[in-house]
């Protein structure tokens, strides 16, 4: 069993910055992918960004590459997000997610247990 824990969301004006973490406990952190997902009010789950085992790989959805950066901390179990240059459309719930491998991409069915979510507003 993984457990899943997000945390850092709230609200930030357009343009502005906010970091998200994802405490991650039970199986060995080190071994797989992560990834960051996000749904808004009325739409699908989407993929924000996924991150080797080990951090050497990265993969971005379009709509956020070049503001967010995602990173890990192996050595504390935890995930983080940075979120710069934030727009409104970046408005949604946020999960974190554990891959089933080493690495991964967008799809969802690639991560095998998700956190409950943390909600960022994005302010006009």
């Known amino acids: 069993q993984v457990q899943l824990v997000e945390s850092g969301g709230g609200l930030v004006q357009a343009g502005g910055s906010l970091r998200l973490s994802c405490a991650a406990s039970?199986?060995?952190?080190?071994?797989?992918?992560m990834g960051w997902f996000r749904q808004a009010p009325g739409k699908e789950r989407e993929f924000v960004a996924a991150i080797s085992w080990n951090g050497g790989s990265t993969y971005y959805a379009d709509s956020v590459k070049g503001r967010f950066t995602i990173s890990r901390d192996n050595a504390k179990n935890t995930l983080y997000l940075k979120m710069n240059n934030s727009k409104p459309e970046d408005t949604a719930v946020y999960y974190c997610?554990?891959?089933?491998?080493?690495?991964?991409?967008?799809?969802?069915?690639?991560?095998?247990?998700w956190g409950q979510g943390t909600q960022v507003t994005v302010s006009s």
């Open positions: 039970g199986r060995a952190f080190s071994t797989y992918a």
């Open positions: 997610a554990k891959a089933r491998g080493s690495y991964s991409g967008s799809p969802p069915r690639e991560y095998d247990y």
